[in-house]
């Protein structure tokens, strides 16, 4: 899965996340967001070591994801870009209250939807590219994460790697499945033609005969 972490944040309050596979990315997200205070709207990219933790700040509003380097960043930002709209459009005002994790029990399971959309449909991407909405991504540097946490506070990125292999196992059988169902519907389709094709012979052959049969007693 190219996205692994994601979360919705008000400042340093945290108000919903969701991960994939077993890691420390909360805390180090956390550092993140004590470490680049402010309200005004950019983004940003960290990477450490082949992880990239990808920031967008609007309008007090921060979604921040790690994904793997493999992501790139469109597919990334459009992500944060998208749960950003969800999320306002799902609590408005709310958000500027809001306590933390007060919508995590909802909104996890949209961040949980959407990274797999984002991490697997390749119409997740191809939608963008159509959308032509993230050009302002180009523009963002990734950065060591060395440049917002201090070596001694920072800590080491743990991912359970074999939760990524039972996650793409999942994927395999998953398209597996649909390959199979794909081959029966078509079999299917190809033994109703051929049901069809035998019995307009059989209607032709039969119409042809009982024509045959018919033509003597019309000559007498």
């Known amino acids: 899965m190219a996205i692994l972490y994601a979360l919705v944040a008000r400042g340093s309050v945290v108000l919903a996340e ?6 420390n990315a ?9 470490k680049t205070p402010g309200t ?5 990219s960290y990477s450490q ?10 309008d007090g509003l921060t979604v921040l994801c790690m994904a793997d380097d493999t992501a790139g960043r469109r597919i990334p930002f459009a992500f944060l870009e998208d749960i950003h709209q969800r999320f306002v459009r799902t609590y408005g005002r709310a958000v500027l209250s809001a306590q933390a994790y007060a919508m995590n029990d ?3 399971r949209v961040l949980s939807q959407q990274m797999e959309y984002y991490s697997n449909d390749p119409n997740a991407d191809r939608i963008n ?3 032509g909405e993230m050009s302002q991504v180009r523009n963002v540097m990734i950065e060591n994460i060395d440049k917002v ?7 080491e990125l ?10 793409n196992t999942f994927r395999f059988r998953k398209q597996a499945r649909r390959f199979r169902s794909n081959v029966w519907w078509r079999n299917v389709k190809l033994t109703v033609a051929l049901i069809i094709l035998l019995l307009v012979i059989v209607y032709v052959v039969l119409a042809f005969v009982c024509h045959g049969l018919a033509l003597p007693s019309c000559i007498k």
């Not at 909360?26 to 004590?34: D, G």
């Not at 743990?158 to 292999?165: E, F, G, P, Q, S």
């Open 158 to 167: 743990l991912v359970d790697k074999t939760a990524n292999m039972q996650g």
């Open 149 to 155: 946490l201090d070596r001694g506070d920072r800590l």
């Open 40 to 44: 005004h709207d950019s983004h940003a």
């Open 49 to 58: 070591d082949r992880y990239i933790f990808h920031v967008k700040r609007t």
């Open 26 to 34: 909360s805390q180090i997200a956390r550092q993140i967001l004590e």
């Open 129 to 131: 590219r159509l959308k």
């Open 106 to 108: 909802e909104f996890s």
């Open 18 to 23: 969701f991960s994939a596979t077993a890691t």
